[in-house]
């Protein structure tokens, strides 16, 4: 099976810069995705890696290293609306599109 | 991204009556869907894999005559909970993802369904 963690908490403020860590141990390893879930909504997409390096996208980023199994988050000039969870989920070979999950790590942002 | 619609989005039923949740993918065709469960504050858990036309695939530790999966076409599957109690009260999603085009590795999120048995 896999094995994914992720902290369960954090806190940081408005304005500055978080960075979450997803780090998994899989075998067949096909791609790592974040999702960001505010409470009570349904996940919505954020980014998918499946080779090394940096992804941007606006004020998010998303790093991929398959060689340490380990995955960030980076959020840019935080606003109130980006506290929610994020979740890092992996795919693996064999397995079409399912996804497995990491725990979410709930982020807090204060003013 | 693609559009995937989940209804209901709310449900409160009695114990012992069956609730049915539908799942559809509205701007694409999805062979494979896929059901979680979520309880409060806790991350996804994987319940099955709806394939269109065949059997679904239930994971590990989930009664498969309990929570029924229907994929009968390329865009809805259904997920009944039969003679629902209040240990089933919790929050369901379901997922579908294009098989291809520029979002074929992306998997997109119904809104949900709170499901409260009394």
């Known amino acids: 099976g896999q094995n994914i963690d992720q902290p369960t908490e954090m806190t940081a403020t408005e304005g500055a810069i978080v960075q979450i860590n997803c780090t998994y141990q899989?075998?067949?390893?096909?791609?790592l995705f974040w999702y960001q879930q505010h409470a009570g909504e349904a996940p919505t997409f954020l980014s998918y890696?499946?080779?090394?390096g940096l992804e941007e996208k606006g004020r998010f980023s998303s790093f991929l290293s398959r060689s340490k199994g380990y995955s960030y988050l980076l959020l840019k000039e935080l606003q109130m609306k980006d506290s929610a969870s994020y979740l890092c989920?992996?795919?693996?070979?064999?397995?079409?599109?399912?996804?497995?999950f990491g725990g979410g790590t709930r982020l807090m942002v204060k003013p | 991204g693609a559009v995937v619609s989940q209804h209901p989005s709310w449900v409160i039923c009695k114990s012992g009556t069956s609730v049915k949740i539908e799942c559809r993918s509205l701007?694409?065709?999805?062979?494979?869907m896929f059901w979680y469960r979520q309880f409060p504050k806790q991350s996804l858990m994987l319940m099955a894999t709806?394939?269109?036309?065949?059997?679904?695939?239930?994971e590990q530790g989930v009664e498969k005559d309990k929570f029924l999966i229907n994929h009968a076409s390329l865009t809805l599957s259904t997920l009944t909970v039969t003679s629902a109690h209040p240990e089933d009260s919790s929050f369901y999603i379901c997922?579908?993802?294009?098989?291809?085009?520029?979002?074929?590795?992306?998997?997109?999120f119904g809104a949900g369904t709170r499901l409260s048995v009394l």
């Open positions: 989920a992996v795919r693996v070979n064999n397995a079409g599109n399912m996804l497995t």
């Open positions: 997922s579908a993802g294009p098989t291809g085009g520029a979002a074929k590795n992306i998997q997109y």
């Open positions: 890696n499946v080779l090394d």
């Open positions: 899989t075998s067949g390893f096909n791609g």
């Open positions: 701007d694409f065709q999805a062979t494979t």
């Open positions: 709806s394939n269109e036309g065949s059997k679904a695939t239930y």
